[in-house]
């Protein structure tokens, strides 16, 4: 059973930066983040593929984001910066088997990113 947990997030003021990180018990996953505010849909982050040849990222986050991954690729992390109010939201980590993945089978609890004005 694959277990991911996450943490990094916290309360921040705008333009500030917070790193998240997802220790992740699995071997060969993909990972992605993805987070969700409370009454709107999940919102995909980035993803990055098992050995981080391929990374992508929501319009919303190019530029601010990056995803990369330590060299055990046991911990997947999301840095961020400058980040804005519209960023507040619990951020999951998600993993897949699958190198392209569209669907993601393991999630983790998430965690609370609040960014203030």
């Known amino acids: 059973q694959v277990q991911l947990v996450e943490s990094g997030g916290g309360l921040v003021q705008a333009g500030d930066s917070l790193k998240l990180a997802c220790t992740m018990s699995?071997?060969?996953?993909?990972a992605g983040w993805f987070r969700r505010v409370p009454g709107k849909e999940r919102e995909f982050v980035a993803r990055?593929?098992?050995?981080?040849?391929?990374?992508d990222y929501a319009d919303s986050v190019e530029g601010r984001f990056t995803i990369s991954r330590d060299d055990p690729k046991t911990t997947v992390f999301l840095q961020m910066n400058n980040l804005q109010p519209e960023d507040t939201a619990t951020y999951y980590c998600?993993?897949?088997?699958?190198?392209?993945?569209?669907?993601?089978?393991?999630w983790g609890q998430g965690t609370q990113v609040t960014v203030s004005s």
């Open positions: 998600a993993a897949s088997p699958d190198p392209s993945p569209t669907f993601y089978p393991y």
């Open positions: 990055i593929t098992w050995i981080g040849d391929k990374i």
């Open positions: 699995g071997w060969g996953l993909a």
